[in-house]
């Protein structure tokens, strides 16, 4: 009887891993066989759509909850996340192989896409300190060759120098978090630490484990001050950054949801995540306000994205945390896909533009939308979320509803204003949706967080608005948002003393798109 449970065991645990083998061998096969780059991107192409089928029908048939001896744990979430890598790594590749044509160095492009991949399915399932920490690292390894695959280019070296930085101290930490862990439980399994913290609370060693984990995430995640990197990598070809953005970049959020239990319990990790998100969110809103390429304002979307994304983490929200990783992935993808459709249609925009949004209109726009959403998550049966949350939401989503100057008096401002109105709350609906997927996440909201993060988006919304009606009292700050606020002067030079570069930097990628 023993062998039937252990057969069936190892079935589960190839069936799990299926996709990260199929995609390793895609790996090996680059640099072992002799197929050109076409046969290749064949090839890879098959192999991304078993990976992705193998997902599917593992999401499909509820697979969630297996685990293998505290190594594998298969969540719902994880499987869902698994599916929307997939996908994106099989449009990636699909799009990479025409972006790609005729260029050197496809092999190696193909091997570090397919490894990448691989490495971000092992990390969904990892329920192991050090298979989570194995599979990250990897993934950044990996994604080192796609970030040089024009060595040339100055700005591409130095995004992987700075990321590579980002990365080992990462590694360090989250080290750090695990013998701390592992020292408390006598286990590196996650299942057995969640099992402690729900029976005995969170003792001091795991506090500071939860600290060094938000630190380790917080540097995988491109939050300010080590957000440079993530902007540099502009230079590298579209596709990756693509991958980048609306892919790897995420996985933090994902960790974080994953560690749910014990940042429950860790108030200052919870703090610190905070605030770092919330800086990162208001600051890089800031900077996008002064920017004019189309992908390196996509780039600082990502930023406040991110911290948008952990402040939801340390707020307890964990179900709008993941549903807004899977929105921006999706929309990332789509948005660096299409880059060239972007820029077209934001001039189109600029053309027809009649005036700036009028004072009134930008006043009365956060009170619309936070009413809205109020409204709609206080209908019966709905499980709303906390109202200072509704009202961050309506102060994000309120420049939906701005109005152009030239129509604050005419009939024809009901048409827009109806329009911005009906997409608040078609987001707001989707949010409410989405928090009935059975995605296995228990919020635990904290008030007076809360309030904090209430106050910071309050301040980005009023720099916003005095951006739009009084440029010209903003000329000094212009200068100092346009460059960042040298937040990652000094990230910079660690990287240039560690690696110096043979080719002069003489300007900020801003200025053009890449490829």
């Known amino acids: 009887m023993r062998y039937a449970v252990t057969i069936a065991e190892v079935l589960h645990l190839a069936w799990a891993l299926a996709p990260a083998a199929l995609l390793a061998a895609m790996a090996a096969a ?82 570090a896409l397919a490894a990448v991949l691989a490495s971000v399915h092992l990390l969904l399932l990892a329920d192991h300190w050090l298979l989570l920490i194995a599979a990250w690292a990897a993934t950044g390894m990996a994604l080192r060759h796609l970030l040089c695959f024009y060595p040339e280019r100055p700005f591409a070296v130095l995004a992987a120098q700075k990321k590579t930085i980002a990365d080992r101290l990462a590694d360090l930490l989250l080290l750090g978090a695990a013998a701390l862990a592992w020292h408390e439980t006598g286990s590196g399994s996650l299942s057995v630490l969640f099992e402690h913290i729900a029976q005995q609370g969170l003792s001091m060693p795991l506090h500071a484990s939860a600290v060094l984990l938000v630190l380790a995430v917080t540097l995988r995640s491109a939050l ?71 992908k390196v304002r996509l780039a600082w979307s990502t930023v406040a994205q991110m911290g948008f994304m952990l402040l939801e983490c340390a707020l307890g929200l964990y179900t709008l945390a993941a549903l807004h990783l899977i929105g921006h992935s999706l929309y990332k993808a789509q948005a660096f896909l299409s880059a060239s459709s972007v820029v077209r249609q934001t001039r189109l925009r600029a053309l027809h533009a009649l005036s700036s949004p009028g004072a009134i209109s930008m006043a009365l726009a956060p009170l619309l939308a936070i009413a809205t959403v109020l409204l709609l998550t206080s209908l019966p049966g709905v499980a709303a979320w906390p109202w200072w949350w509704s009202a961050v939401l309506g102060l994000a989503w309120a420049p939906l509803l701005w109005l152009p100057a030239a129509r604050a008096g005419s009939p024809a401002r009901a048409a827009p204003l109806l329009a911005g109105l009906l997409m608040v709350a078609g987001l707001t609906l989707a949010a409410m949706l989405g928090h009935a997927l059975p995605l296995g996440l228990h919020d635990t909201p904290d008030h007076r967080l809360g309030m904090i993060a209430l106050i910071g988006m309050s301040a980005l919304y009023l720099c916003q608005s005095l951006l739009q009606l009084r440029p010209q009292w903003l000329s000094r700050w212009r200068r100092w948002s346009y460059a960042g606020f ?20 003489a300007a900020p990628p801003d200025n053009h798109t890449g490829n």
């Not at 959020?253 to 860790?266: N, P, T």
């Not at 040298?486 to 930097?505: S, V």
Request: glycine content about 10%; proline content about 4%.
């Open 30 to 111: 680059t640099r072992l066989g002799r197929l050109q780059p076409p046969a290749l991107w064949r090839l890879f192409q098959g192999v991304s759509y078993l990976a992705l089928l193998q997902s599917a029908i593992s999401l499909l048939t509820g697979t969630g909850g297996a685990q293998w001896h505290g190594i594998i744990n298969v969540t719902a979430l994880g499987l869902v996340l698994a599916v929307l890598v997939q996908l994106l790594g099989t449009v990636i590749g699909a799009t990479s192989s025409r972006y790609l044509q005729g260029e050197a160095n496809q092999r190696r492009y193909i091997g």
């Open 486 to 505: 040298y937040l990652d002067e000094a990230y910079t030079r660690l990287a240039l003393l560690l690696w110096p570069t043979r080719r002069p930097l």
């Open 224 to 294: 300010l001050p080590v957000h440079g990197w993530l902007i540099q990598v502009m230079e590298a070809p579209t596709p990756v950054s693509a991958l980048m953005h609306a892919g790897v970049v995420n996985l933090g959020g994902f960790v974080l949801i994953r560690f749910a239990a014990m940042l429950d319990q860790a108030g200052a990790a919870r703090a610190l995540l905070m605030a770092l998100g919330l800086a990162s969110a208001v600051l890089a809103g800031m900077v996008m306000l002064t920017r004019t390429s189309i």
